[in-house]
């Protein structure tokens, strides 16, 4: 009260708790929002859907950019772009079991681009550590890797100096200098300490202006995420801190309330009309503002980065799903179909499976115009490898069909239709109960199961969908001409990372298990459809 009073005798008042710009009222006096009269040039996220972690290069004026993968297979997606926007992915750095041959959980990856020859670094958590793999088309096919076991932490970065010389850096900010022909190390130093946030990833080297640059993630993958930087005359250090970091944070008043958060892991390009860029990656929640279920998702913000000076993203260092910002002249990429008939020889280049898969269960050749899987013994509650394909989940309102036909001889089969997330998920499925072949919901969320009514089927195939509706799943199920029947609606937060826990999101696919023991019905898919509602 004492304060308030000083303040009104000075003639001064407190900040308001809006602001009005050009007789606009902003609410948030911090944010960044665009004005309702600005354009809306394009929008985050730029690539939807758990597509974590990213880290982008330039070579000319084209743009290639890659994304982490933990589990799923093929790993490390790469894709091209013109514009920074528009994006197509083109093949995956990882395809192969030779590459990886002791499981996959691939975490954060940095691409660099260096003398004709592209290079991917990341870490393999369950099998060999860091590692490299090179290639001179972006699209594949990359190299089998070079391992290096003296490199410790996580989410390594490669950094090719204007001398000729090479470095690795990784999340305990210990320098190397590495002969990129063979991954031979020299012995390591800290240069840096982060700046005070928790959970220290994805460090990135730039020089610019004399000065090396030393930029990293922190506060961890959720609300507190966060990019801090800091430079140093000489690459050995000392680094010292930007006064102004976090760079890029919606942890702030600035970013409350922004339907994206978690905003972070990022890597900054130049692009080819020398404007400067950051990718990062960063979560949108479902309604009830606590859970998300799409994964971290792919964005781009402008930086204005002076000479000797530090760089500044979008103003405030926030990012607005609507962004208002000048952008490269755009250059849209072809849609992808909503329907696959299964009429080819594999499947579409956005289709994973979980670890590697055994490829004796999947044919495209037994039946002609189908996807034929066989239910192997794993569930896909196990974490091993299971009879599964499917795509991420990129929109929060879609809808996803499949027709299945599907004769169980025993109580042991079932295939359907599944969302899938970390070993949870919720299936409309076929099964035989009783000799009797029906269809039902189950909904696995940890070791917790439940298992809607029965409705039994008549013979032939049928038609599975699920429709979500951003806070809610719905299964239905039809036959012939019939409409559709709603079986289940679902909460969409038990499939969310807050309640499943590790870093991916949501996929959409189908699957086949024996539930223990190898399936004698074959499961035959007839065609797949994913459609966005809004």
Same mark, same amino acid.
């Given at each position: 009260?004492?304060?308030?009073?000083?303040?009104?005798l000075?003639?001064?008042?407190?900040p308001?708790?809006?602001?009005?710009?050009n007789?606009?009222?902003?609410?948030?006096?911090?944010?960044?929002n665009?004005?309702?009269?600005?354009k809306?040039?394009?929008?985050?996220?730029i690539?939807?859907?758990?597509h974590?972690d990213?880290s982008?290069?330039?070579?000319?004026d084209?743009?290639y950019?890659i994304?982490?993968?933990?589990?799923?297979f093929?790993g490390?997606?790469?894709?091209?772009?013109?514009?920074l926007?528009?994006?197509e992915?083109?093949?995956?750095?990882l395809?192969?079991?030779?590459?990886i041959?002791?499981?996959?959980?691939?975490?954060?990856?940095?691409?660099?681009?260096?003398?004709?020859t592209f290079?991917?670094?990341?870490t393999?958590?369950?099998?060999?550590?860091n590692?490299?793999v090179?290639?001179t088309?972006?699209?594949?096919?990359?190299?089998?890797?070079i391992?290096?076991?003296?490199?410790?932490?996580i989410?390594p970065d490669?950094?090719?100096?204007?001398?000729?010389?090479?470095?690795?850096?990784?999340?305990?900010?210990?320098l190397?200098?590495?002969n990129?022909?063979?991954g031979?190390?020299?012995?390591?130093?800290?240069?840096w300490?982060?700046?005070?946030?928790?959970?220290?990833?994805?460090?990135h080297?730039y020089?610019?202006d004399?000065?090396?640059?030393?930029?990293?993630?922190?506060?961890?993958?959720?609300?507190?995420?966060?990019?801090t930087?800091a430079?140093s005359n000489?690459?050995?250090?000392?680094?010292?801190?930007?006064?102004?970091?976090p760079?890029?944070?919606?942890a702030?008043?600035?970013?409350q309330g922004?339907?994206?958060?978690g905003?972070?892991?990022?890597?900054?390009?130049?692009?080819?009309?020398?404007?400067?860029w950051?990718v990062f990656?960063?979560y949108?929640n479902?309604?009830?503002?606590?859970?998300?279920?799409l994964g971290?998702e792919?964005?781009?913000?402008?930086?204005?980065?002076?000479?000797?000076g530090?760089?500044v993203?979008n103003?405030?260092?926030?990012?607005?799903v609507n962004?208002?910002?000048?952008?490269?002249?755009?250059k849209?990429?072809?849609?992808k179909?909503e329907?696959?008939?299964?009429?080819t020889d594999k499947?579409?280049?956005?289709?994973?499976?979980?670890?590697?898969?055994n490829?004796? #269960?999947y044919?495209? &050749?037994?039946r @002609?115009g189908?996807?034929?899987?066989k239910? *192997?013994? %794993? $569930?896909?509650?196990t974490?091993?490898?299971s009879?599964f394909v499917g795509?991420?989940?990129?929109?929060?309102?879609?809808?996803?069909?499949?027709?299945?036909?599907?004769?169980p001889?025993?109580?042991?089969?079932?295939?359907?239709?599944?969302?899938?997330n970390n070993?949870?998920?919720?299936?409309v499925?076929?099964?035989?109960?009783?000799?009797k072949?029906?269809i039902?919901?189950k909904?696995?969320?940890?070791?917790t199961?439940?298992?809607?009514?029965?409705?039994?089927?008549?013979?032939?195939p049928?038609?599975l969908?699920?429709?979500?509706?951003k806070?809610?799943?719905?299964?239905?199920f039809a036959q012939? #001409?019939?409409y559709? &029947?709603d079986? @289940?609606?679902?909460?969409?937060?038990?499939? *969310?990372? %807050? $309640?499943?826990?590790?870093?991916t999101g949501?996929?959409?696919?189908?699957?086949a298990?024996?539930?223990g023991?190898?399936?004698a019905?074959?499961?035959?898919?007839?065609w797949?459809?994913?459609?966005?509602?809004?």
């Open positions: 009260m004492r304060i308030l009073i000083f303040l009104l000075a003639g001064l008042t407190l308001a708790l809006a602001q009005t710009t007789g606009i009222k902003r609410d948030n006096p911090f944010a960044a665009p004005l309702p009269e600005e809306v040039t394009y929008n985050n996220p690539i939807p859907g758990f974590s990213p982008i290069c330039r070579v000319g084209d743009y950019l994304t982490s993968t933990f589990e799923y093929p490390v997606p790469v894709f091209h772009s013109k514009d926007v528009n994006w992915q083109i093949g995956y750095c395809d192969r079991k030779e590459q041959p002791n499981g996959i959980n691939i975490f954060a990856a940095t691409i660099r681009y260096n003398n004709g290079y991917m670094i990341t393999n958590i369950i099998g060999g550590g590692f490299y090179t290639a088309n972006p699209a594949g096919p990359w190299s089998d890797p391992w290096l076991k003296d490199l410790p932490g989410d490669l950094f090719f100096d204007e001398d000729g010389k090479t470095y690795v850096i990784s999340s305990p900010f210990i190397s200098e590495i990129p022909e063979t031979e190390l020299s012995e390591g130093k800290k240069v300490y982060g700046a005070g946030g928790r959970y220290s990833e994805g460090p080297i020089k610019k004399g000065f090396y640059y030393l930029m990293a993630a922190e506060g961890g993958t959720e609300e507190a995420h966060s990019e930087i430079r000489n690459i050995w250090g000392p680094y010292t801190d930007n006064p102004a970091n760079i890029l944070a919606h702030n008043a600035a970013g922004n339907p994206i958060q905003v972070g892991h990022a890597d900054i390009i130049q692009a080819h009309d020398n404007s400067w950051i990656h960063g949108r479902i309604s009830d503002k606590t859970h998300h279920i971290r792919t964005c781009l913000a402008p930086v204005v980065w002076p000479k000797n530090w760089p993203v103003g405030n260092g926030t990012a607005n962004m208002t910002c000048p952008t490269l002249p755009l849209p990429v072809e849609n179909a329907k696959l008939d299964f009429d499947l579409p280049i956005e289709w994973n499976y979980v670890k590697y898969p490829y004796n #269960n044919s495209f &050749t037994e @002609e189908y996807l034929r899987l239910g *192997a013994a %794993e $569930t896909m509650s974490g091993a490898t009879t795509k991420r989940l990129s929109d929060f309102y879609f809808t996803a069909s499949t027709e299945l036909e599907f004769n001889e025993s109580e042991n089969e079932e295939a359907g239709l599944i969302l899938l070993g949870s998920h919720f299936d499925m076929v099964s035989n109960t009783s000799g072949r029906v039902q919901v909904l696995q969320f940890g070791q199961v439940y298992k809607s009514a029965v409705f039994e089927l008549k013979p032939g049928v038609k969908k699920v429709r979500g509706e806070s809610t799943f719905t299964f239905s012939g #001409n019939e559709y &029947t079986i @289940e609606t679902a909460d969409a937060k038990f499939l *969310a990372t %807050e $309640t499943v826990g590790f870093f949501v996929y959409v696919g189908v699957y298990t024996g539930n023991k190898t399936s019905a074959n499961a035959d898919y007839n797949f459809e994913y459609k966005k509602d809004k």
